[in-house]
């Protein structure tokens, strides 16, 4: 049963935040250039300075294509202490399935023990089994930004990299496949197909990434792959390194 709500929750969580995603995209052709002096919050500290950074860095770099790489590589170094805490939850769950096996056999006929049991293990051990879905759910308020700063930048939707125009969606469905692709690469890489509670979630993210690179601009699925590259090469070069070097020192103690 809790393991069903948890489900239940992971799913509400990702549908509401593809609403949102939707809700603020009903129309490109409706979007305007933001009014600078009477922007409101979300646009003045949000979708503008992302506008502007992307701008700043194609001013140099010559391409928005290469902008966005930039700009994506800044901000997964933000979200790169959600990355760091999201990977020490995982492996975290999948050190504690055995006595989480236990504690299911053992109260198989008293779901309200077992879910206490279960609870009083996380707690002991500090671990927190939704932590796994918290950098994901972060970055749906920046999707939601950098589809905006797109649209709302007339140079941005106007420009061209490779064969594509980032202003509209992919129109031989390249980037979209590549974006469900890379998502799922990233859950098997980072191990998050080892915790029970993340499992669902290997194929419900990619076929919903699908479905949004499929009708979104091209550069909105180009900050996402470039994203899920970037997030794909932290764990492989940086990540999983320190997590065997912290194992190595713990059994050597």
Not at 233 to 238: E, K, T
Request: net charge positive; glycine share 4%.
């Amino acid at each position: 049963m809790q393991k069903r709500q948890r489900y239940v929750a992971i799913i509400l969580l990702v549908v509401f935040a593809v609403i949102a995603v939707s809700g603020c995209a009903p129309d490109p052709s409706a979007y305007k250039p933001i009014d600078r002096e009477h922007a409101g919050i979300w646009d003045k500290y949000l979708v503008l300075p992302l506008s502007d950074l992307l701008d700043w860095f194609k001013s140099f770099l010559g391409n928005y294509g290469w902008s966005i790489l930039i700009v994506t590589f800044l901000v997964r170094l933000v979200i790169f202490p959600l990355t760091w805490k999201q990977q020490k939850s995982t492996k975290a769950m999948q050190e504690l399935q055995p006595q989480l096996m236990k504690i299911r056999e053992k109260y198989k006929n008293n779901q309200q023990k077992m879910q206490e049991e279960t609870m009083k293990l996380f707690q002991a051990n500090n671990v927190n089994p939704m932590a796994g879905c918290l950098p994901l759910l972060v970055q749906f308020p920046i999707l939601i930004a950098f589809y905006q700063a797109i649209m709302k930048n007339p140079h941005i939707a106007g420009s061209s990299f490779l064969y594509m125009k980032l202003g509209e969606p992919d129109p031989y469905f390249i980037l979209p496949l590549l974006a469900a692709l890379t998502t799922y690469l990233q859950f098997i890489a980072t191990g998050a197909g080892d915790n029970p509670q993340m499992k669902i979630m290997i194929w419900i993210m990619p076929v919903m990434i699908f479905f949004l690179a499929y009708q979104f601009p091209a550069a909105l699925s180009l900050y996402w792959v470039y994203g899920n590259i970037f997030t794909i090469l932290q764990y492989v070069l940086i990540l999983k390194p320190r997590k065997g070097n912290v194992t190595q020192e713990g059994t050597a103690r």
